[in-house]
């Protein structure tokens, strides 16, 4: 079985640029869930997707936005980086949308923006 | 809306004694709690997780919580600390459509 796996491992961008971030579930799980961890401080829920729809989002803005595809990878699109976009992003997948299921967390994308 | 806190930004013990890690919650209705932990430059991993079913859970490597509900505590125990246990450890409520909602964190140092 393959776990949730995440690319690229790091990333350096400048402000204002636009950057995709990419997910793959864990096989069977067609639910993923993204979070921003900063430097020395928990993860925040950024959305959900479930089977292709986003079906819950947390306090961000519309320039982070997100695509599931039939195959339940994902992605996470953020536009016009700002310097405390920095941060550790996790992708993390589910069985399904129920708060009874565990999340599987994948080793995450460090991007820096400058 | 459901929430954790972590009572203790950082925790030092010496190898070979208990560990407690406190976490008290808040949420309206019956909530579904977890423990997490992030080693290093690594991702997080599920320790154990509360829903319902026994007040007393058991997860890996030893460790295990007691859902209180008098208290709204999931406290994080281990009887006795490895070195290998120093990492961040997180306790989380929530979960479903609206995400899981983190603590601060815990940093557990682990003296030889």
């Known amino acids: 079985e393959t776990g949730v796996t995440q690319s690229p491992t790091h990333l350096i961008k400048t402000r204002g640029q636009q950057v995709t971030l990419r997910c793959s579930s864990q096989?069977?799980?067609?639910?993923v869930s993204w979070y921003q961890q900063a430097l020395g401080q928990g993860p925040q829920f950024i959305f959900q997707?479930?089977?292709?729809?986003?079906?819950g989002r947390g306090n961000f803005p519309p320039r982070f936005s997100g695509l599931q595809f039939p195959n339940y990878s994902s992605e996470l699109n953020v536009n016009a980086l700002e310097l405390d976009d920095s941060a550790l992003y996790l992708c993390?997948?589910?069985?399904?949308?129920?708060?009874?299921?565990?999340?599987?967390f994948g080793p995450g994308t460090r991007l820096t923006v400058l | 809306a459901q929430s954790v806190t972590q009572l203790d930004s950082h925790v030092s013990v010496s190898e070979g004694t208990p560990v407690l890690l406190r976490c008290n919650y808040s949420s309206s209705y019956s909530p579904s709690l977890f423990w997490y932990v992030q080693h290093p430059n690594k991702g997080l991993q599920l320790l154990l997780k509360?829903?319902?079913?026994?007040?007393l859970v058991k997860g890996i490597n030893g460790f295990e919580a007691e859902f209180k509900k008098s208290e709204t505590s999931f406290h994080l125990t281990k009887p006795s600390a490895h070195m290998s246990d120093a990492a961040e450890y997180f306790c989380?409520?929530?979960?479903?459509?609206?995400?899981?909602?983190f603590g601060k964190g815990t940093h557990l140092i682990i003296q030889p």
């Open positions: 993390a997948s589910s069985l399904a949308t129920s708060g009874l299921d565990t999340q599987y």
């Open positions: 989380v409520i929530g979960g479903g459509a609206d995400g899981l909602t």
């Open positions: 997707y479930y089977r292709e729809e986003e079906n």
């Open positions: 096989s069977g799980h067609n639910t």
């Open positions: 509360y829903t319902s079913a026994a007040t």
